[in-house]
């Protein structure tokens, strides 16, 4: 069991789910979060955090020994706001890391988005080149390559995890190959922490899904497997969702529509 386990984000919608989750992964729960997130639970700590402010971050991972990295901006935006949150923000996480008192393991949320212009007729393994779909990915594809240059040199673990489309259930036609259970999430992040040596590897964040684009096997050492299907949902999707045309942006990039998207501007 972890000493003190920080879940940063933990006012979002994976970040919520991982507080309400994983109290049995360590003996603390360190709340990160910029909104306001209720009373402190009999195992919790909070600590508000803005990623941008170097000292505020230093001061949220000083003592932790497990980082689950939930926090910053989840969706395409402006660059000024991808860089203070997912750019800054991710330098700073990993440097208060390297200045930490207690060297943490941590799992980074990546994205799909790292290599979303790959098409989906391609499978992808750990391997695959980045093919970033919008500043968002970019900043996805930064926090990777940082993750690993902290590994190299410091010795810091990182699973990073791209993760697909993590809901209660599949969206859309797109979904049935990127969902991530709120449960096979979990067990992933549960993997991460208890696994005796982890490295830097790259796991690709889907359920046990038929229609998968994504191939696990070079990360199988993790012993995760993830036991929800979205094809549980096929029938619910194709009555109520019109599949896209096959020229359609989200039936040809795996990033879906973030790949016919332009740069946004403030």
Avoid at 26 to 31: C, D, F, G, S
Avoid at 49 to 61: I, P, Q
Avoid at 148 to 158: N, P
Wanted: aromatic share 10%; glycine share 10%.
């Amino acid at each position: 069991m972890l000493n003190k386990l920080l879940i940063t984000g933990a006012d979002g919608k994976l970040g919520s789910v991982c507080r309400s989750r994983l109290h049995g992964l360590a003996t603390t729960i360190r709340l990160g979060a910029r909104e306001d997130v209720g009373p402190a639970g009999a195992n919790e700590e909070i600590m508000y955090c803005d990623l941008g402010d170097k000292d505020a971050v230093e001061a949220m991972v000083e003592g932790c020994d497990g980082i689950v990295h939930m926090g910053g901006q989840s969706i395409e935006a402006p660059w000024e706001t991808i860089k203070q949150s997912n750019i800054d923000g991710v330098f700073n996480l990993y440097e208060a890391a390297r200045k930490s008192s207690v060297t943490p393991r941590i799992f980074f949320a990546s994205s799909n988005h790292a290599i979303g212009f790959h098409e989906q007729t391609t499978r992808l393994d750990a391997n695959a080149q980045v093919r970033p779909d919008g500043l968002y990915g970019v900043s996805k594809v930064f926090g990777e390559a940082l993750a690993r240059l902290y590994f190299e040199k410091f010795g810091i673990e990182t699973a990073l995890v791209r993760i697909g489309s993590s809901f209660p259930e599949p969206k859309n036609h797109r979904m049935l190959a990127t969902w991530l259970s709120y449960d096979d999430l979990i067990s992933l992040i549960e993997s991460v922490f208890t696994i005796p040596r982890l490295g830097c590897p790259i796991v690709y964040g889907a359920s046990n899904n038929d229609a998968s684009w994504w191939d696990n096997r070079e990360t199988s050492f993790l012993g995760w497997k993830p036991k929800d299907n979205s094809e549980t949902f096929r029938a619910r999707i194709d009555a109520e969702c019109t599949p896209p045309a096959k020229d359609e942006v989200s039936a040809v990039y795996q990033g879906g529509e973030f790949c016919g998207q332009g740069i946004l501007e403030e």
